[in-house]
């Protein structure tokens, strides 16, 4: 079935520091990929998606590129701030298909310090 | 509603007795979907709606949850003789329609059995 891992974490970083968070996936068809973030107190929001090979996605200064030949969609950012800080989880649908759920990966917690 | 409601925010229950957790979609959206997560998890699916039917119930884990949403539009996760290992919190989302990327989730009902 279908699979997502993520890198384990936490991860803490300072202030306008790079970060990269790992995210594969395994999947019988050809999914869509998305990032998921959770700020704390608040429900989950989607931060971007790729819906094709090679596509990238980018929202807030985040990017994350669906890389089919290693089944990737690795989260990054060139400057992270402190309201960064939050829960991010990669996730992938197969919308071709007749099933339209969303499989999640565990998820990792990002601590932006001052 | 301008958001996914859910309600309760909070339940606390004994084991063994019967919960109802509630979900008002965003109006309009025809997709409804529920989802669990688990402490240090991502969230797993559980069901989705399209309109009043259950177009996928593989997630429900057995025969004690349940769910309906009789007029297409509010949705009700039901689960009997609960279980300590039914605490979780419980996530709905809505969208268009199936096949649709645009999930938006609600906060959630945290659901602690005794």
Not at chain 1, 35 to 41: D, N, R
Not at chain 2, 43 to 52: A, H, S
Not at chain 2, 77 to 101: F, H, N, P, W
Request: proline share 4%; with cysteine.
């Amino acid at each position: 079935g279908d699979s997502v891992t993520q890198m384990e974490g936490p991860v803490t970083l300072s202030e306008e520091a790079f970060l990269t968070i790992n995210c594969t996936y395994t999947a019988t068809g050809y999914p869509s990929l998305f990032w998921y973030v959770q700020y704390p107190g608040e429900g989950l929001q989607l931060l971007l998606k790729a819906t094709k090979a090679d596509d990238k996605g980018s929202n807030k200064g985040f990017e994350a590129t669906y890389r089919k030949e290693t089944t990737s969609f690795h989260l990054e950012k060139g400057s992270v701030q402190v309201s960064d800080s939050a829960v991010y989880f990669c996730a992938l649908s197969d919308f071709g298909g007749a099933n339209s759920k969303l499989t999640f990966g565990k998820g990792i917690t990002l601590s932006v310090r001052p | 509603g301008a958001g996914v409601s859910q309600t309760p925010s909070n339940k606390v229950t004994e084991k063994g007795k019967y919960v109802e957790l509630r979900c008002d979609p965003i109006s309009g959206h025809t997709a409804l979907y529920w989802y669990r997560q688990s402490l240090g998890q991502g969230p797993e699916f559980l069901i989705y709606f399209q309109g009043t039917g259950a177009a996928d119930d593989s997630g429900l884990p057995n025969d004690r949850f349940f769910a309906v949403r009789p007029e297409g539009s509010v949705s009700t996760l039901k689960i009997q003789r609960t279980e300590r290992g039914d605490s979780a919190v419980y996530l709905c989302a809505s969208s268009l329609g199936v096949g649709q990327t645009g999930y938006t989730f609600g906060s959630g009902t945290r659901l602690t059995v005794v």
